[in-house]
């Protein structure tokens, strides 16, 4: 022991010292200083945010020249661009005149974001937090007197909050320079601990925490400092087990390391809090996820990094040592077995977790032929798992042919005939199809790479190799991973190309719109007239809508989320107490833009992407006279796409119908052998109709014609083709 503590502790008692130092400040910093996690954290800044644009809106109300020109419109270019930039002027300006009739006129607005209404401009509070279509801002009026005695109204909105009805990828609900604060707080106007105030002291709003169900956050001054922490307590266990290793034997420091390592990765598994890491994305199941261990691509980084770093001991610490257990011993079998099924083994779990990573990941892409789909962190981490993996299977299956070599001088066939039985055994305990196939060339593989392990001419048993052989075996791993890789995107192209057809074939079938058709019958103009003074009452309203989506549409409740939304006949028609805040011109947009036509009369439906489709109704309810008296909408969307927001981009090109990997693209769609839709985008020559000998025989049949790949699908009176 007191050789151990001399050795060991007194050699690294300044890792220990400083990675406990660094745990300690990471712990102040994140709960004291700097914790992005805490609304403590959030309330300060945003307020501090709001306050300083607030008195930078009043620093700008002090120049009555600028605001004179700017209500004169006689300002400069550079004034204009001065305020219209979004970095120096990150809020919405507006300026008013009001005449003899107290009606307000609007001179001069730097965005076009949002827009004040006069309910707002009549208030009495000059500032106060307001709720708009697209998010929540602070409301700041001011009246200014410029030359001449001319009195302004000068109006700020600072956006505090973007929130959208329809979300999408860009257009993501979320506060203003803090996107992830989202995930742990949210507003209220209940009292809480975080208000966040007014530079008059005015409190606009609260803060309140999420539900531990959220994800936290934790700012990266806090995460570097646990990563050198944590790095610094690896470097003393690697030290205590190189200590294991030279005064007890290299396989006491090898056990030693490996079971320490294992044991340490199970308490992240068992108490996630130890390391609190499920709050990045890199850490979310929704990215990639195969098992309970492999449960997302920051664990399976952080696992190929221990295996790479196990095996990298292992071989450091075995040196030149072989096995020289003599063929006659009892235990000759076992020490040969053992080795060569543990090298089989991690041989199809690697390829496993290959081709899972390829298939199975949501935005972790390998397809080359689309420059851009790797340009995001996860494809960055997806190439340094196959890289450690690579480096980590070689080293080890190095260690593995050096140690038993002595047994197999004059009996190489051995190792071969052990690999081949003990990977059929393996073979035959999978259960899954896909891996069986894979894990068959695999294995053949495996008896490749041992071959040429075994040449001379490529010295893979010998642990110092020449850049030259370096070289090779990069080359042997990057051609065998490349293979997986293409194959894979092959059938994921495929897999995604049935599924394309599936939908197309869906969108021509009229059978769900005919569900939704004979619903929509009883919303005539008869009854909607007669009713449509209900809509103008909150509660007649609610309870009308209620009424009418449970009543008329409860045989089909459990196929569509169904929503009702009905608008006044102003010039800008006003909601008439909807539950989502989405506007006429929203849904009138998506209806005569995104809309294509169905069979059933006012019924369209828009598509989000190549599988998501959703359909909306439009009636104009008109009186006696035929003048309309208000708008009447219902939104159904299919509940298996319930979770896809409603996506309201104008002139949104077909290619995004297409499927990621589905470049170079073009399909047809055939109802009764005639051609009802298609997207041509290289002018490929689809015939107008089909003839009986076209028509394929199976639901799915591939084709080639003049070099390109046809996925033909026959789905009743409806044929699909797509052509690559």
Same mark, same amino acid.
């Given at each position: 022991?007191?050789?151990?503590?001399?050795?060991?502790?007194?050699?690294?008692?300044?890792?220990?010292l400083?990675a406990?130092?660094l745990?300690t400040?990471?712990?102040?910093?994140?709960?004291?200083?700097?914790?992005?996690?805490?609304?403590? =954290?959030?309330?300060?800044h945003?307020?501090?945010? %709001? !306050?300083?644009?607030?008195?930078?809106?009043?620093?700008?109300?002090?120049?009555t020249?600028?605001?004179?020109?700017?209500?004169a419109?006689?300002?400069?270019?550079?004034?204009?661009?001065?305020? *219209?930039?979004t970095?120096?002027?990150?809020?919405?300006?507006?300026l008013?005149?009001?005449?003899?009739? $107290?009606?307000?006129?609007l001179?001069?607005?730097?965005?076009?974001l949002?827009?004040?209404?006069?309910d707002?401009?009549?208030?009495k509070?000059?500032?106060?937090?307001?709720?708009?279509?697209?998010?929540?801002?602070?409301?700041?009026?001011?009246?200014?007197?410029?030359?001449?005695?001319?009195?302004?109204?000068? %109006?700020? +909105?600072?956006?505090?909050?973007?929130?959208? /009805?329809?979300?999408?990828?860009?257009?993501?609900?979320?506060?203003?320079? =803090?996107? !992830?604060?989202?995930?742990?707080?949210?507003?209220?106007?209940?009292p809480?601990? =975080?208000?966040v105030?007014?530079?008059v002291?005015?409190?606009? #709003?609260?803060?309140?925490?999420?539900?531990?169900?959220?994800?936290?956050?934790?700012?990266?001054?806090?995460?570097?400092l646990?990563?050198?922490?944590?790095?610094?307590l690896?470097?003393?266990?690697h030290?205590?087990?190189?200590?294991?290793?030279?005064?007890?034997?290299?396989?006491?420091?090898?056990?030693?390391?490996?079971?320490?390592?294992?044991?340490?990765?199970?308490? *992240?598994?068992?108490?996630?809090?130890?390391?609190?890491?499920r709050?990045?994305d890199? #850490?979310d199941?929704?990215?990639?996820?195969?098992?309970?261990?492999l449960?997302?691509? $920051?664990?399976?980084?952080?696992?190929?990094?221990? #295996?790479?770093?196990?095996?990298?001991?292992?071989?450091v610490?075995?040196?030149?040592?072989?096995?020289?257990?003599?063929?006659?011993?009892?235990?000759y079998?076992?020490?040969?077995?053992?080795?060569?099924?543990? &090298?089989?083994?991690?041989?199809?779990?690697?390829?496993?977790?290959?081709?899972?990573?390829?298939?199975?990941?949501?935005?972790?892409?390998?397809?080359?032929?689309?420059?851009?789909?790797?340009?995001?962190?996860?494809?960055? $981490?997806?190439?340094?798992?196959?890289?450690t993996?690579?480096?980590?299977?070689?080293?080890?299956?190095?260690v593995i042919?050096?140690?038993?070599?002595?047994?197999? %001088?004059?009996?190489?066939?051995? +190792?071969? %005939?052990?690999?081949?039985?003990?990977?059929?055994?393996?073979l035959?305990?999978?259960?899954?199809?896909a /891996?069986?196939?894979?894990?068959?060339?695999?294995?053949?593989?495996l008896?490749? =790479?041992?071959?040429?392990?075994?040449?001379?001419?490529?010295?893979?048993?010998?642990?110092?190799?020449a850049?030259?052989?370096? &070289?090779?075996?990069?080359f042997?791993?990057?051609?065998?991973?490349?293979?997986?890789?293409?194959?894979?995107?092959?059938r994921?192209?495929?897999?995604?190309? !049935?599924?394309?057809?599936e939908?197309?074939?869906? !969108?021509?079938?009229?059978?769900?719109?005919?569900?939704l058709?004979?619903?929509?019958?009883?919303?005539?103009?008869?009854?909607?007239?007669?009713?449509?003074?209900?809509?103008?009452?909150?509660?007649?309203?609610?309870?009308?809508?209620?009424?009418?989506?449970?009543?008329?549409?409860?045989?089909?409740v459990?196929?569509?989320?169904m929503?009702?939304?009905?608008?006044?006949?102003?010039?800008?028609?006003k909601?008439?107490?909807n539950?989502?805040?989405?506007?006429?011109d929203?849904?009138?947009?998506?209806?005569?833009i995104?809309?294509?036509?169905?069979?059933?009369?006012?019924?369209?439906?828009?598509?989000?992407?190549?599988?998501?489709?959703?359909?909306?109704?439009?009636?104009?309810?008109l009186?006696?006279?035929?003048k309309?008296?208000?708008?009447?909408?219902?939104?159904?969307?299919?509940?298996q796409?319930?979770n896809?927001?409603?996506?309201?981009?104008?002139?949104?090109?077909?290619?995004?119908?297409?499927?990621?990997?589905s470049?170079n693209?073009? /399909?047809a769609?055939?109802?009764?052998?005639?051609?009802?839709?298609?997207?041509?985008?290289?002018?490929?020559q689809?015939?107008?109709?089909?003839?009986?000998?076209?028509?394929?025989?199976n639901?799915f049949?591939?084709?080639?014609?003049? $070099?390109?790949?046809? +996925?033909?699908?026959?789905?009743?009176?409806?044929v699909?083709?797509?052509?690559?």
């Open positions: 022991m007191k050789n151990f503590f001399q050795q060991v502790v007194r050699r690294n008692i300044f890792f220990l400083g406990g130092w745990l400040i990471a712990f102040i910093v994140d709960n004291y200083w700097y914790s992005s996690s805490s609304a403590r =954290y959030l309330r300060k945003i307020e501090s945010d %709001v !306050q300083q644009q607030e008195k930078s809106f009043d620093k700008f109300l002090t120049d020249s600028l605001l004179r020109r700017l209500s419109q006689t300002y400069t270019e550079a004034e204009m661009n001065q305020f *219209t930039n970095h120096k002027t990150p809020y919405c300006i507006f008013y005149t009001i005449d003899n009739f $107290g009606d307000f006129h001179n001069y607005w730097n965005s076009q949002a827009l004040p209404g006069n707002l401009l009549l208030s509070e000059a500032n106060k937090l307001v709720r708009l279509p697209n998010g929540q801002y602070e409301f700041v009026r001011r009246q200014v007197t410029i030359a001449n005695g001319e009195k302004l109204i000068a %109006v700020a +909105l600072i956006p505090i909050r973007r929130e959208y /009805f329809i979300e999408f990828s860009n257009l993501k609900n979320e506060f203003i320079n =803090y996107p !992830q604060a989202d995930k742990t707080v949210s507003m209220t106007d209940r809480t601990d =975080y208000p105030n007014s530079t002291g005015k409190t606009l #709003f609260y803060l309140q925490t999420r539900t531990l169900t959220q994800k936290d956050d934790t700012n990266w001054l806090t995460v570097t646990n990563i050198i922490a944590i790095v610094l690896l470097i003393v266990l030290n205590m087990a190189h200590y294991f290793s030279i005064t007890y034997g290299y396989l006491t420091g090898i056990s030693f390391l490996i079971g320490t390592i294992v044991v340490l990765r199970a308490l *992240t598994y068992f108490f996630p809090s130890l390391l609190n890491v709050q990045f890199i #850490f199941p929704s990215v990639y996820s195969s098992s309970r261990v449960n997302s691509l $920051g664990d399976l980084l952080i696992n190929a990094f221990l #295996f790479c770093w196990i095996v990298l001991f292992i071989r610490e075995v040196g030149e040592k072989r096995f020289s257990l003599t063929r006659n011993k009892s235990w079998w076992v020490v040969v077995t053992v080795p060569i099924v543990i &090298l089989v083994t991690t041989t199809f779990i690697f390829a496993g977790i290959i081709q899972t990573l390829i298939s199975d990941a949501k935005h972790i892409s390998f397809n080359v032929t689309n420059f851009f789909s790797l340009l995001n962190i996860y494809s960055l $981490g997806g190439f340094i798992v196959l890289a993996l690579s480096l980590s299977y070689f080293f080890l299956s190095q042919l050096q140690l038993i070599s002595p047994l197999m %001088v004059g009996r190489r066939y051995i +190792l071969f %005939v052990i690999i081949a039985v003990s990977g059929l055994l393996l035959t305990v999978i259960s899954s199809t /891996f069986v196939e894979l894990n068959i060339y695999v294995l053949l593989w008896l490749a =790479y041992i071959w040429f392990m075994e040449q001379q001419v490529i010295s893979g048993g010998d642990l110092q190799l850049i030259s052989e370096v &070289l090779i075996w990069l042997i791993f990057s051609f065998s991973i490349s293979a997986v890789i293409v194959i894979e995107n092959q994921i192209e495929l897999d995604q190309r !049935q599924r394309m057809a939908k197309l074939s869906t !969108q021509a079938d009229p059978s769900s719109e005919r569900l058709s004979i619903t929509l019958t009883y919303f005539d103009n008869d009854f909607l007239y007669h009713n449509f003074d209900r809509f103008r009452l909150p509660y007649s309203n609610s309870y009308l809508k209620d009424s009418l989506i449970s009543r008329n549409f409860s045989p089909y459990q196929a569509y989320d929503k009702i939304f009905t608008f006044d006949s102003s010039t800008i028609p909601p008439l107490f539950e989502e805040p989405v506007s006429y929203t849904l009138n947009t998506i209806y005569n995104e809309g294509r036509p169905t069979s059933v009369a006012n019924l369209r439906y828009f598509s989000k992407s190549f599988d998501k489709f959703s359909y909306i109704y439009r009636r104009s309810v009186d006696s006279g035929g309309a008296i208000g708008y009447f909408f219902v939104l159904s969307e299919p509940k796409y319930k896809d927001a409603l996506i309201p981009e104008l002139f949104r090109p077909l290619k995004e119908f297409l499927p990621e990997y470049l693209t073009a /399909f769609v055939y109802s009764n052998k005639r051609l009802v839709n298609y997207y041509n985008e290289y002018q490929y689809f015939p107008t109709q089909l003839s009986d000998d076209a028509i394929p025989k639901e049949e591939r084709r080639r014609r003049n $070099g390109y790949d046809e +996925l033909w699908y026959k789905d009743n009176q409806n699909v083709i797509i052509s690559r």
